[in-house]
């Protein structure tokens, strides 16, 4: 099966100053990755900040060109942002954000923002039907969509970026810490209303955000990122059963839980370096409770430690695969 | 039983005649870590930050807040001021916002000390240390020198910390501790305030949206809804049996690592405090809701050792998974 | 940091020269000195005579280059009118134009700076209203209005002070509470804003949570705070210092720069004229650099941050 998103050793860097006086230097926030998005399928992308998820979304959509690597979309090369063949593009591609209210326009119905895609992209027909089935396959009613975004609460204005997202039929949908900003109960709204049309409609879509449970909860693949590089990718099931990179085992283990513990909590010592100053060797050696002197020295390389499943340490092998629990 | 350190009694909280907090009541005893859940706008910091008279003055305040058995919220607020920070501290959620921008670390921590500990020059630099020793500050010395703009938001909030401690508090309230910070900061920021408690003995209230932050970190939890405390029990019994609807579909709706079975959402957004509903706040997203419900605002009573409810069905059988749990349709009617 | 500072510097010193340039530029454009000067009834032969001997008969170009050059001497020109040194001409005037705009400035740092910080504390309040109220009206009411509603009512009606001349402390006072009034509203409304913008930061609630006493809250965490931008207007009428008081010192017949600058400008003294701009540029910019060094001192967010994210 051709993948429909392909990433292949994608990097991107940006320059920053690190201070008002000081001399700009390049900082690789996404640094060799290589995903792929089936039809179908949700891939997960954990991480926390500084990791370069959000650069890696962007890249996916095409929003954002990688310095290095290739992005393909149906075995196609991804064009240029802005350019013609990329709008036509966008169509097939789309993407939800954290905060709903800054990605609709304040002064407008939630109807007419739903439908605004099929007027950029010319799409004929009876476009207030469209928009309305659009409403009713989010929950929302008529009388929603006649209503302006900051009357509606935050769970529905996410309802109406979704539904405007999926407007146009796109085969493939980047959502970037959608459900970050929502109250428990209506992120599990939210959640399942994603799962949902997801399955209905055999979406590919790549789920971004810090939030283990979340992510758990909708993906079928997840891929851990620390500092630019994914350090372990895995069945969804897999990963979360049996963790076997050091920071996914630390990140598993202090996601919060109201039922009893089940993996013993690792707490690492320090913070996430800044990507400006990434350490030598592998990026997580400083904070890995278990790093050795190689680990100091040379960075590990993704390798396959079972089927299907890829891990970026010196120690893992797939003969030294971590049992479950 | 032990006298309480801290007593809510009737705390009722408006802004501009829109009720944020309608009569709650509550205890935090010497030492315990008293978890406080709810969603936003369930009146669980507004409730805190009353009872510390931290609150613009437009809002209105009544009830009763005792410490150690005096009213504080009629206290002089001379009075008032040696408790805020010396007897009750405070942290908040957003570290990098809540430390000023153009103080030093050394300058920010050092205020407390001179003002409830009375200290003065050498002392307060050596004490200063001291405390971000304390709360894990990597290089504390050269650390007091540093503004909150050089340093994360996970040592930022470590200042934080170390600053409410100055004051020797007997209570320490954290508003949304770690929500701003990252997942493996998290666990060390949460790490350290419960080693803090169980060295320095102190009484922790956690305010947190999250269900497993709680469970996790407290003895005692009370959950609220709509300004209201709906349940309230030991941390352990409530997250195995709640009791109230709202706390079970809390629970159901908060994804875990475990399994993948589906979410059960909760119907519905939070009232609006300018209309609420009548009878129980909850009863229209509620999935047990009966014509009682519609009667009157049920109070809190006990309904067995520890545990607290208001709920006019409190006889309801909740216990079951979540599959059997009313509203489970896949297109909940949002509204 | 040294880097940081010379470009400052080098920017400071681009804006002066287009300030100059473009003052050279409207000034050739606007009417020929020479038949203002000499009359329109002047024989050619004179009007000749005199654009020759002021080198008015070479190219643009040419004087402009001829007049970067002389700057750079240190030569100012010279007068048209009177034939001395446009330096001396404005020197002699500038002690009479800050004999205003110095008490002025004091006046609105003492009035503005304290009624915007106490209108905030207290907003919502008769008095904040009124703050605001008088902050309007110090932007709304042009100077010359305002200079001669004093003149009516403290000169003519009630015969206090004098209406115009320079020739004791009296004849200040009306103008420089002229000019102070005016700043003075919109430092108040300035500093109201910076400060609202402040008191509504979570820091300040911090403070509190301390068992700060108020007082204190607002002296070491708050003012500290709105002083940033305030500065920042400060340093604008800084820099106004020479030029501000043009329509001031034009009612009261002041005897300072800025009248010398609307009789120069009206006979096409371009010497005068641009020399006075000059001065004007230089005087703003200054205090625009003083204000950016400032900045750093205040804010620790702004210097040179060599420990960040250590």
């Known amino acids: 099966?051709?993948?429909?998103?392909?990433?292949?050793?994608?990097?991107?860097?940006?320059?920053?100053?690190?201070?008002?006086?000081?001399?700009?230097?390049?900082?690789?926030?996404?640094?060799?990755?290589?995903?792929?998005?089936?039809?179908?399928?949700?891939?997960?992308?954990?991480?926390?900040?500084?990791?370069?998820?959000?650069?890696?979304?962007?890249?996916?959509?095409?929003?954002?060109?990688?310095?290095?690597g290739t992005v393909t979309f149906d075995d196609a090369p991804m064009p240029a942002p802005g350019s013609a063949a990329w709008r036509t593009l966008r169509r097939q591609m789309q993407m939800v954000f954290q905060d709903p209210l800054g990605a609709l326009d304040r002064r407008l119905p939630v109807l007419e923002q739903i439908i605004e895609p099929l007027v950029i992209h010319g799409i004929d027909?009876?476009?207030?039907?469209?928009?309305?089935?659009?409403?009713a396959?989010?929950?929302?009613?008529?009388?929603?969509?006649?209503?302006?975004?900051?009357?509606?609460?935050?769970g529905q204005r996410q309802r109406v970026v979704i539904a405007r997202a999926l407007i146009t039929s796109p085969r493939l949908l980047v959502c970037d810490e959608p459900v970050s900003a929502l109250d428990v109960s209506i992120q599990a709204q939210v959640v399942n209303l994603l799962i949902d049309l997801q399955a209905e409609r055999g979406l590919g879509m790549v789920f971004i955000s810090h939030d283990l449970r979340v992510v758990r909860q909708i993906s079928n693949r997840v891929a851990v990122m620390y500092l630019g590089r994914v350090v372990e990718e895995a069945a969804a099931d897999d990963l979360?059963?049996?963790?076997?990179?050091?920071?996914?085992?630390?990140?598993?283990?202090?996601?919060?839980?109201?039922?009893?513990?089940?993996?013993?909590?690792?707490?690492?010592?320090?913070?996430?370096?800044?990507?400006?100053?990434?350490?030598?060797?592998?990026?997580?050696?400083?904070?890995?409770?278990?790093?050795?002197?190689?680990?100091?020295?040379?960075?590990?390389?993704?390798?396959?430690?079972?089927?299907g499943h890829t891990a970026a340490c010196h120690l893992l092998t797939p003969a030294a695969k971590v049992a479950a629990r | 039983m032990k006298t309480p350190l801290v007593k809510i009694e009737g705390l009722n909280v408006a802004f501009d005649g829109a009720p944020a907090v309608r009569g709650v009541d509550l205890a935090v005893h010497p030492g315990e870590a008293l978890g406080l859940v709810g969603e936003s706008g369930s009146g669980k910091s507004v409730t805190w930050l009353a009872a510390l008279r931290l609150l613009p003055g437009k809002a209105s305040v009544q009830g009763r807040v005792s410490l150690d058995g005096s009213d504080i919220l009629s206290l002089p607020v001379r009075e008032m001021e040696r408790i805020r920070g010396g007897r009750i501290g405070i942290i908040f959620q957003d570290p990098s916002s809540a430390l000023n921008p153009v103080l030093s670390i050394r300058r920010q921590i050092s205020e407390v000390l001179a003002l409830h500990r009375?200290?003065?020059?050498?002392?307060?630099?050596?004490?200063?240390?001291?405390?971000l020793d304390l709360v894990g500050m990597p290089d504390a010395k050269g650390r007091l020198d540093s503004y909150p703009h050089e340093m994360s938001g996970g040592q930022n909030q470590r200042v934080m910390i170390a600053m409410a401690l100055a004051g020797q508090p007997d209570l320490l309230i954290a508003d949304e501790p770690t929500t701003a910070l990252d997942v493996t900061i998290q666990a060390q920021i949460l790490d350290l305030l419960q080693q803090i408690r169980r060295e320095m003995g102190m009484a922790l209230v956690l305010i947190s949206h999250d269900l497993g932050v709680v469970a996790e970190n407290c003895d005692r939890v009370a959950v609220m809804y709509a300004g209201r405390i709906v349940e309230s029990g030991p941390a352990a019994t409530l997250f195995d049996t709640p009791r109230h609807p709202y706390a079970r579909g809390l629970i159901d709706a908060l994804p875990t690592l475990d399994d993948t079975q589906r979410l059960v959402a909760i119907p519905g957004?939070?009232?609006?405090?300018?209309?609420?509903?009548?009878?129980?706040?909850?009863?229209?997203?509620?999935?047990?809701?009966?014509?009682?419900?519609?009667?009157?605002?049920?109070?809190?009573?006990?309904?067995?050792?520890?545990?607290?409810?208001?709920?006019?069905?409190?006889?309801?059988?909740?216990?079951?998974?979540?599959?059997t749990t009313?509203?489970?349709?896949?297109a909940e009617v949002v509204s | 940091m040294i880097r940081y500072i010379l470009t400052r510097f080098l920017r400071a010193f681009i804006t002066i020269v287009l300030v100059v340039t473009f003052a050279f530029v409207v000034l050739r454009l606007s009417g020929d000195p020479a038949t203002i000067i000499l009359g329109p009834e002047a024989p050619p032969e004179a009007i000749a005579a005199f654009r020759k001997s002021w080198g008015l008969d070479q190219p643009v170009l040419v004087q402009y280059i001829q007049y970067f050059a002389a700057i750079f001497q240190g030569d100012l020109g010279m007068s048209m009118r009177d034939g001395r040194p446009a330096l001396e001409l404005v020197m002699e005037r500038i002690p009479a134009t800050l004999a205003l705009t110095l008490p002025a400035l004091m006046l609105k740092l003492a009035m503005g700076v304290p009624a915007g910080v106490y209108a905030a504390l207290h907003q919502g309040t008769a008095?904040?209203?009124?703050?605001?109220?008088?902050?309007?009206?110090?932007?709304?009411?042009?100077?010359?209005?305002?200079?001669?509603?004093?003149?009516?009512?403290?000169?003519?009606?009630?015969?206090?002070?004098?209406?115009?001349?320079?020739?004791?402390?009296?004849?200040?006072i009306l103008p420089i509470v002229t000019l102070g009034l005016g700043g003075a509203a919109a430092l108040a409304r300035f500093t109201r804003s910076a400060m609202l913008e402040v008191l509504g930061q979570h820091y300040i609630r911090t403070a509190s949570s301390k068992g700060l006493a108020w007082a204190v809250v607002v002296r070491s965490h708050a003012l500290p705070n709105a002083a940033i931008p305030t500065v920042t207007l400060i340093g604008f009428l800084v820099g106004s210092l020479i030029a501000g008081a043009i329509v001031v010192e034009s009612v009261f017949s002041w005897p300072g720069v800025g009248r010398l600058m609307v009789v120069a400008v009206a006979n096409r003294d371009l010497a005068v004229v641009q020399c006075i701009l000059l001065l004007v540029a230089t005087t703003m910019v200054t205090s625009n650099l003083i204000v950016d060094f400032l900045y750093g001192a205040l804010d620790p967010r702004l210097r040179h941050g060599a420990r960040a994210n250590a």
């Open chain 1, 137 to 154: 396959s989010v929950g929302l009613s008529a009388a929603q969509g006649a209503r302006h975004p900051h009357e509606l609460s935050g």
């Open chain 1, 125 to 135: 027909g009876d476009q207030r039907s469209a928009g309305l089935a659009a409403l």
């Open chain 1, 1 to 68: 099966m051709t993948p429909l998103l392909q990433l292949r050793d994608v990097a991107r860097s940006y320059v920053t100053r690190n201070n008002l006086f000081g001399q700009a230097r390049p900082v690789r926030a996404v640094d060799g990755i290589s995903l792929t998005v089936n039809a179908g399928e949700t891939l997960g992308i954990v991480g926390e900040s500084g990791s370069g998820k959000s650069t890696l979304g962007r890249m996916a959509l095409g929003l954002e060109l990688p310095d290095e």
């Open chain 1, 240 to 307: 979360f059963r049996a963790p076997q990179h050091p920071y996914t085992r630390a990140l598993v283990s202090a996601a919060p839980s109201p039922g009893p513990r089940r993996v013993e909590r690792v707490i690492l010592t320090g913070e996430p370096p800044n990507p400006a100053a990434r350490p030598e060797g592998c990026a997580f050696h400083p904070r890995c409770p278990v790093a050795t002197a190689r680990c100091r020295t040379e960075a590990p390389a993704p390798a396959r430690i079972a089927p």
């Open chain 2, 326 to 330: 009313p509203n489970s349709t896949p």
């Open chain 2, 269 to 323: 957004v939070v009232p609006d405090p300018r209309d609420m509903p009548r009878g129980c706040a909850f009863g229209p997203r509620c999935a047990y809701a009966g014509p009682e419900c519609l009667l009157d605002s049920p109070p809190l009573r006990a309904v067995a050792p520890g545990r607290r409810l208001a709920c006019a069905r409190h006889n309801l059988d909740l216990a079951g998974p979540k599959s």
């Open chain 2, 118 to 131: 009375g200290m003065s020059g050498s002392e307060i630099r050596a004490e200063a240390k001291r405390l």
């Open chain 3, 127 to 172: 008095f904040d209203r009124a703050v605001m109220v008088a902050a309007v009206m110090g932007f709304a009411v042009p100077s010359f209005v305002l200079a001669l509603g004093l003149v009516l009512v403290f000169a003519v009606n009630l015969g206090w002070l004098p209406s115009g001349g320079r020739d004791t402390i009296w004849h200040a």
